[in-house]
C-alpha cells in the first residue's frame, strides 16, 4: 500500500483506510485535469514570491502538462493505495522530478485544493448546462413560433379550461428557462470565487499571494475570508445544486406534459418514431420511455439540495470528512442533468402537433369564456352575461364560436417570444465565461508565467 501524505511510523487499518477513502478515487477521476490546473496556478505563484526557482517551475509545468494530457485522453489513473488525485499528482510528479516534485504543495492543504478542483469543475460543468439550456430555449422559441395559430385546450383541475395554443405552450417553457438560467447565473458567480491560499481553513505563514492565483486561474474575485473560504464547502454545492434543481424541475414538467399530450386520449402531439419504444408482447406500443425517465431522474435532481444539506447542515465551521459523501451526490449530477437537456431538445425539436384538436365537440364549453366576455363587450354586464352563458350550457344550447381575439401582452395572439428571447440574451451576457476559459487556456500553452 502507498504511503499517505499525512502517514508517518504507523501504517494505516487496511480496513479503516476502505472505509475513510470509499468512492474518493472513483470520484476524484472528475477532478483531475482541475487539480492540474489548480496546481499550475499554485506553482506559479510559489515562484513569484520565491519559493520555487525558475527551473523548479518550468520542470513541474512541464511535467503538470503531460498529466493535464492524460486526464484529457481518460488515461489518468489513481493507483491502488493512493489516497485521492492529489496524492496521486504529487507522487508522479516525485517519481519524475525526484525531491522537486515534494515542493508544490508549500503553502497549500488538501482542503483548500479539493474546494478549488470542486470550483474549478462545477464552473465548466454550469457553462456545459448553461449551453444546454440555451439550446433547449432556442429550440422552444422555434416551435412556439412554428405553432403559434395553434389552439389547444387549457387546463385546469384536469378539466378542460379555456383555449390555449401550443405557442403558449411551447413559449411558457421557454421563459420558465429564462428564470432557471437567472439562477444558475447567481450559481456560478457564488461558484467563481477563489478559495486557494486558504489551506485548512485558517491560512499560512509563507507570503502567498492569493491576488496572483485569482487571475491565473480567470476567478472574478477570492473567497477573502479563510475561514469562510472552507465554511463554503457544502454551501458552494448546495447552492448550484439548488440550481441544477430549477432547470430538473421545468424539464420534468415538460416531460409529463409530453407524455400525457401524446397519449392516445389526448392525442395532442405526436412524437417522432425514432424516440419512442415498444412492447414484448403489445406490437401497437410506442412508449414515450425517453420522457419518463427524463421526468424520473429530474424528479431525482430536485432532491439533491435537500440530499447536500442533510450531510453538511449540522457541521460547526471547520473541515469535517462527511464533506466527502457530498462528492459522490454532486459530481455526477450535471452529466445526469446535461444527458436529460439533450434528450428533450432533440425530441422537441422533432415532435408534431394536432393542428385539429379543438375540432372534436367535447372541447366546445373551453370557448365559454370568449362568449362571457363577447356579451360584455357588447354592453351586457360581466355578471349577467356569465349567467346567461352559464344557463345556456345547463340547457344544452350553448354554440361555440370558435374564434378567439387576445391581444394583450403575452397571450395567445401577442405571445412576446421576441421579449422573452431578449431577457435570455441579458441573462446569457450576465456570465463571464471567456476570463475563465482564456485563464485556462493561458495555462496550458504557457502563456500564462509570462503575465506575472
Not at 277 to 296: Q, W, Y
Not at 394 to 401: L, V
Request: aromatic share 8%; net charge negative; charged share 25%.
Amino acid at each position: 500500500m502507498a504511503k499517505k501524505l499525512w502517514e508517518k511510523s504507523v501504517e494505516v487499518n487496511r480496513e479503516i483506510d476502505r472505509f475513510t477513502v470509499g468512492h474518493d478515487r472513483e470520484m476524484d477521476l472528475y477532478l483531475a485535469p482541475y487539480d492540474v490546473l489548480g496546481s499550475m496556478a499554485h506553482i506559479i505563484m510559489l515562484q513569484s514570491v520565491g519559493l520555487l526557482t525558475k527551473e523548479e517551475l518550468t520542470a513541474l509545468l512541464a511535467e503538470l502538462r503531460k498529466i493535464y494530457a492524460l486526464s484529457e485522453r481518460g488515461e489518468f489513473v489513481i493507483e491502488e493505495g493512493v489516497e485521492d488525485v492529489h496524492s496521486q499528482v504529487e507522487l508522479m510528479l516525485t517519481r519524475t522530478l525526484g525531491d522537486v516534485g515534494k515542493k508544490i504543495h508549500s503553502g497549500r492543504s488538501r482542503n483548500d485544493q479539493v474546494l478549488l478542483d470542486l470550483k474549478l469543475f462545477t464552473r465548466t460543468c454550469i457553462k456545459e448546462i448553461a449551453e444546454e439550456v440555451e439550446e433547449l430555449f432556442h429550440v422552444l422559441i422555434r416551435q412556439s413560433e412554428r405553432y403559434k395559430d395553434v389552439l389547444m385546450p387549457g387546463y385546469t383541475h384536469l378539466q378542460i379550461a379555456m383555449p390555449s395554443s401550443f405557442g403558449l405552450w411551447f413559449g411558457a417553457y421557454a421563459e420558465s428557462l429564462v428564470d432557471d438560467m437567472l439562477f444558475l447565473q447567481a450559481a456560478f458567480k457564488m461558484c467563481n470565487r477563489n478559495p486557494l491560499g486558504s489551506a485548512a481553513g485558517y491560512g499560512s505563514s509563507f507570503p502567498l499571494n492569493r491576488t496572483l492565483t485569482t487571475r491565473l486561474l480567470g476567478f472574478s474575485s477570492l473567497n477573502y475570508n479563510v475561514v469562510y473560504a472552507q465554511m463554503g464547502r457544502g454551501k458552494m454545492e448546495r447552492n448550484v445544486a439548488f440550481a441544477l434543481a430549477s432547470i430538473a424541475g421545468t424539464l420534468a414538467k415538460l416531460a409529463y406534459d409530453a407524455c400525457l399530450f401524446s397519449s392516445q386520449n389526448f392525442g395532442f402531439v405526436k412524437l417522432p418514431d425514432d424516440c419512442v419504444t415498444g412492447s414484448s408482447i403489445m406490437p401497437h406500443k410506442k412508449n414515450p420511455d425517453v420522457f419518463e425517465l427524463t421526468r424520473a431522474k429530474c424528479n431525482k435532481l430536485q432532491a439533491l439540495p435537500q440530499q447536500i444539506m442533510m450531510i453538511a447542515n449540522n457541521l460547526p465551521s471547520g473541515y469535517f470528512r462527511d464533506l466527502q459523501i457530498i462528492k459522490e451526490l454532486f459530481l455526477p449530477a450535471f452529466q445526469e442533468l446535461e444527458d436529460c437537456l439533450r434528450m428533450t431538445s432533440y425530441i422537441m425539436d422533432a415532435i408534431r402537433v394536432n393542428r385539429h384538436i379543438l375540432d372534436d365537440t367535447k372541447y366546445d364549453l373551453i370557448f365559454s369564456v370568449e362568449e362571457v366576455n363577447r356579451l360584455t363587450l357588447e354592453g351586457m354586464p360581466f355578471r349577467d352575461a356569465y349567467k346567461k352563458v352559464g344557463l345556456d350550457i345547463e340547457a344544452g344550447c350553448f354554440t361555440p364560436r370558435k374564434e378567439v381575439s387576445h391581444t394583450h401582452e403575452g397571450s395567445i395572439g401577442n405571445l412576446c417570444d421576441d421579449k422573452i428571447e431578449e431577457l435570455m440574451r441579458r441573462v446569457v451576457g450576465g456570465f463571464d465565461f471567456d476570463t475563465m476559459r482564456r485563464a485556462e487556456r493561458e495555462l496550458l500553452d504557457g502563456t500564462a508565467e509570462s503575465l506575472v
